[in-house]
Nanobody, 116 residues
C-alpha cells in the first residue's frame, strides 16, 4: 500500500521559514518522480515543485522560485521542501505526491499558515 505522510507544517510569520518532510512507503521510492502540491480552500490544487528520479532535475512554480528548495533522500525514502521568505499567499495545505506529470497518490497534507 502506497503511503505518503507529510509533516513540518505550522504557523509562521511572513519572511519566515519551514521545512516540510514526507515519509514514503509501499513503493520503490527511488524509481519515482515526486512532487509537492498545495491547495487553498475553494481553489484547485497547484503543483509547487517536482523532483525527478536522479535528483538532478527539479521544477518550481514561478512564484516560489528562489524561495523553495525540493530535495529527496532515496536511502531514507524521504522527500523534503525547504521554504524560506514565506509570504501570506503561500498559506495552503501542502501535499506530498507520487509522480510529476501526472501524480497518482497524495498524502493527507500538512497545513502551512503564513500570518503576522
Amino acid at each position: 500500500e502506497v503511503q505518503l505522510v507529510e509533516s513540518g507544517g505550522g504557523i509562521v510569520q511572513p519572511g519566515g521559514s519551514l521545512r516540510l518532510s514526507c515519509a514514503a512507503s509501499g513503493f520503490p521510492f527511488s524509481t519515482w518522480d515526486m512532487s509537492w502540491v498545495r491547495q487553498v480552500p475553494g481553489k484547485g490544487p497547484e503543483r509547487v515543485s517536482a523532483i525527478w528520479i536522479g535528483s538532478d532535475m527539479t521544477w518550481y512554480k514561478d512564484s516560489v522560485k528562489g524561495r523553495f528548495t525540493i530535495s529527496r533522500d532515496n536511502s531514507q525514502n524521504m522527500l523534503y521542501l525547504q521554504m524560506s521568505s514565506l509570504k501570506p499567499e503561500d498559506t495552503a495545505l501542502y501535499y506530498c505526491a507520487r509522480g510529476a506529470v501526472p501524480v497518482d497518490y497524495w498524502g493527507q497534507g500538512t497545513q502551512v499558515t503564513v500570518s503576522s
